[in-house]
T-cell receptor
Framework: DTAVSQTPKYLVTQMGNDKSIKCEQN?????MYWYKQDSKKFLKIMFS???????INETVPNRFSPKSPDKAHLNLHINSLELGDSAVYFC??????????????FGPGTRLTVL | GEDVEQSLFLSVREGDSSVINCTYT??????LYWYKQEPGAGLQLLTY?????DMKQDQRLTVLLNKKDKHLSLRIADTQTGDSAIYFC??????FGAGTRLAVHP
């Protein structure tokens, strides 16, 4: 009965490859997010979707393409992986789009290592 | 742009109080949050405070907000070893600080 789940938990791949990370939430939330946490633990918003529509796209290379097939899923596809893409990627969801008392629920993270 | 800053490390003795500080730049921040991240896990919301409040207490946690100075703090009373984690301050849900690593020693 995990609220926000991500697969895979670990991903090790070569530079130049294309990979995907999947996220699913069973909370019935309307909004989902992708964050990147680098080795120094800085956590930065990458994308936000509300009802399958992209609402936030922070300065992220276009090698990163989020896809939301339905409200419960937000997948992240990364083309031509680079060394600097190595990080932990967190998916999150919340009921509301803007700031408010509703919290974000975070997934356990996907540790991506690019060799 | 908006920014949230925190000190990176804090070490306290078990049983003492811990105070983690945070400053933010966006004066229109309406909600400020504290999250806890344990090793290998995602972030969990600890507490939040609305910008028209000065203080919020929740069991061992006390949040103080100085809106004039844009300063937020989290006080953990009677700190336990299980409190060892990284604590993130966040403004308006999306802007996170770099996290403060709290180490609790006997």
């Amino acid at each position: 009965d995990t609220a926000v789940s991500q697969t895979p938990k670990y991903l090790v791949t070569q530079m130049g490859n294309d990979k995907s990370i999947k996220c699913e939430q069973n909370l019935g939330h309307d909004t989902m997010y992708w964050y990147k946490q680098d080795s120094k633990k800085f956590l930065k918003i990458m994308f936000s979707y509300n009802n399958k529509e992209l609402i936030i796209n922070e300065t992220v290379p276009n090698r990163f393409s989020p896809k939301s097939p339905d409200k419960a899923h937000l997948n992240l596809h990364i083309n031509s992986l680079e060394l600097g893409d190595s990080a932990v990627y967190f998916c999150a969801s919340s009921q509301e789009e803007g700031p408010g008392t509703d919290t974000q629920y975070f997934g356990p993270g996907t540790r991506l290592t690019v060799l | 742009g908006e920014d949230v800053e925190q000190s990176l490390f804090l070490s306290v003795r078990e049983g003492d109080s811990s105070v983690i500080n945070c400053t933010y730049t966006d004066s229109s921040s309406t909600y400020l949050y504290w999250y806890k991240q344990e090793p290998g896990a995602g972030l969990q919301l600890l507490t939040y405070i609305f910008s028209n409040m000065d203080m919020k207490q929740d069991q061992r946690l006390t949040v103080l907000l100085n809106k004039k100075d844009k300063h937020l703090s989290l006080r953990i009373a009677d700190t336990q070893t299980g409190d060892s984690a990284i604590y993130f301050c966040a403004a308006n849900k999306l802007i996170f600080g770099a996290g403060t690593r709290l180490a609790v020693h006997p």
